[in-house]
């Protein structure tokens, strides 16, 4: 049977993915509508026979969702290849967007057999840890910027590495209002953020991505993290070097971009 020009992108896009590749930009048609940029995501995600560790939101933004004109965040799969450990070295290319500093959770695998929709009522039982992480975002394609959150979501939700800061034993703290700082002191870049960044709330962003992944009947049958969104929005990286990411509460992480 003859592959669709769709299913051939695709093709090209995990491969790019697993080869660390950068290739032409998809069409816009695939990638324009959130609708058809997370079919297009969805197609990809089923070619990669790697472990998945968790779920990552994107577009968590308030700004953002407004100045796009999008009705809601995103969510894709985030792989094992890459999930580093605190203070590991990534490599970044022209399609690099910058770096963020995010909220996440460890969420418990007796999430996949609840029932009904998960709420701020119900969604702390299935919270077993919470930790800061840097997020690394990029495309795997000769693209530049944001405009719209399909470009992003099609191409694996736009991640490029995830770093996990230590985990602390889930206990309800005003998640939606503490104090977040990037910095590279080496390029003298300081960024200031607040975890009121992120939906509202961090705890909005979990409770969306796990009804997202409810949605659509995926059951990963084990612990599993959720990565909420930027606390200080995308953050250009000015120059090589350690990068320090600071959350009131919840502790630091550190990456070396080079």
Known sequence: MKKTLKDKLS????NAFLKNKIIAAIPKKFTKKLTDADKFRKLCESKIKEPIIGYKAGGTGIPLLKKLKEKEPFYASV?????????????????????????????????FNSKGLITNKNIAKFISHMAPCIEVVGYRQKRKGITSFGDLSSDFGGNVKFLIGQKKKYKKINIGNLKANISN???????????????INPLNSLRFVL????????DLGKNFYVFTGSTVGV????????????????????????
Do not use: H, M
């Open 211 to 218: 009804n997202k992944v409810k949605k659509d009947k995926v």
């Open 11 to 14: 093709d090209k896009l995990v």
């Open 79 to 111: 792989y094992k290849r890459n999930f580093l450990k605190n203070g590991k070295r990534v490599r970044i290319n022209k399609s690099t967007l910058g770096i963020e500093l995010e909220v996440c959770y460890l969420i418990k695998k007796s999430f």
């Open 235 to 258: 953050v250009p990286i000015l120059g090589k070097g350690l990068y320090t990411g600071k959350i009131d509460k919840l502790g630091s992480v550190k990456t070396i971009i080079s």
């Open 185 to 199: 002191k080496k390029v003298k870049q300081s960024v200031n953020g607040n975890t009121n960044a992120v939906y």
